[in-house]
């Protein structure tokens, strides 16, 4: 099972992070940050990706799928803290911040980001080059400034270019998973841009959607939050009928992006599958055919 | 001159993060972080190792010297922030987020931790294992559970191990210098680490013993930090004759330590020439003779 594969891998990760001598409540704020996962979402990209392309180098894939799962979980424990979105509630439970401390999220979330890169590095003699395409992918999507921290930096310019804003703050980890997915399996990165970018946007219009639509027991979080915090949303631009239109649009010309390799159907259906997912019920119930 | 091999390296590295269609005032962040700097001691130590080394491969060994600066600049900046020493001044200037913001500070140091893993990548393929030995020293002595991220978590807990968390907090970045230095040249990190864990070890003694001497004027940053903060210190604990002769004992332990290598005799030089900058002259002029 696919799921099992990546949990396997980010434990294998978190445990090298929280062997030997380290201070244990921060060890203990690496797997809080972590477990229970949300929907495993990238990783879970970036493995079927690498497994399209072949899958010849499943350790170099695990790594990848784990260290992008720790730079995703990295940026939600520093998103939530009281200077970005002041977060009570991530995933259903206590954020970080709050269950432990300031300090402890902060300290978590670097460690988290500089985890992903040692996984990396660590199974990357396996194949040396492939491990150092992976590690600058990867920086390349965290960072800046095309990552996702470039993305969370347009929220403090008074003028923000918005599709700037949300390729990076959104996109760049789903560029990150196919880009990263094919690396993994030795292939080259370059034409799977389009199809994350593609993700990414549907993600980010459904995410809005969501935001404007459920209510905190269904979302694991806060509700209209992009509202509150006056964040630029599809919800806000087009109103809830047009998102929806927008986010069919979208995912018509996902399926039709993917580039050619030996697992090209069965990654059409996986992304099927996942824009099925995607789309909230509630707002197709309420503007059903568009 | 080293000085200005650093700072070309160092430069080149923060261009790499601020070009591209980044969000402004970010990449702005970026360079007030790590400009102009303190006394580079991380990077002047690990290019004069990789000197002492024959430092064959002088890309490999810059980039090095600026990642290693790059992630100790970041945890200045996180270090600053009003969770932890809610510092308002450093290296003389406004600590970054009074000068722009929490959220930019938060981010700023992200960017810099991703930033030193890239730049080492960036500079990988001229040498792969290299570059990938060297992320993995940087990725090992900057997170968990030996890193600077470490050392700053022990801060959190009730019992604190002080071996652990010195040679964390302040140690772990002086043997990444050493042990990057002679990875940077080609051989083998392991002998460098004693060298890199006493030159720490005697950087943060004559820490405590500026913090507790100098005033404000002198340290371009707040003094009786420790005092205040209530952390443990060498003063705190062996008073500050107690301290200053420590700082002896370990000082005459350094040179011992160093690899034989071609450029041995003049790296024995360069430590002395910095243990004499490292300890107080206030110190040595109240305790002379310690």
């Known amino acids: 099972m696919l799921a099992n594969r990546i949990e396997t891998a980010l434990d294998a990760a978190l445990r090298r992070g929280q062997g030997g001598d380290g201070p244990p409540r921060l060890a203990e704020a690496l797997s809080y940050a972590c477990k229970p996962g949300g929907a495993r979402i990238r990783p879970t990209i970036l493995t079927s990706v690498a497994l399209a392309c072949g899958d010849d180098r499943p350790c170099v894939t695990d790594a990848a799928a784990a260290a992008i799962e720790l730079i995703h979980c990295a940026s939600l424990v520093h998103d939530d803290l009281p200077c970005f979105d002041d977060a009570d509630l991530r995933r259903g439970k206590a954020t970080l911040h709050r269950a432990y401390s ?68 959104t996109g760049a980890l789903f560029i990150a998973a196919t880009q990263m997915g094919a690396a993994a399996a030795g292939q080259d990165p370059e034409p799977w841009e389009e199809l994350g970018a593609r993700i990414g946007e549907a993600f980010q219009v459904a995410d809005d959607l969501r935001d404007a639509l459920l209510d905190e027991a269904h979302l694991g979080k806060p509700c209209g939050q992009d509202d509150r915090l006056g964040r630029p949303s599809a919800v806000a631009e087009l109103g809830v009928r047009g998102a929806v239109k927008r986010l069919d649009d979208i995912l018509s010309g996902t399926i039709a992006s993917i580039p050619s390799c030996p697992g090209e159907a069965k990654l059409a259906e996986l992304v099927t599958r996942y824009a099925h997912k995607l789309a909230p019920r509630e707002a197709l119930l309420r503007f059903p055919g568009e």
């Open 102 to 169: 300031e300090p402890l999220a902060v300290l978590a979330g670097d460690s988290l980001i500089v985890m992903g890169f040692d996984t990396l590095a660590h199974a990357a003699p396996e194949d040396p080059m492939r491990g150092i395409a992976l590690i600058r992918i990867l920086a390349q999507r965290t960072g800046m400034p095309d990552g996702i921290c470039a993305g969370q930096g347009w929220e403090s310019e008074g003028k923000i270019d918005l599709r700037a804003y949300h390729r990076a703050k």
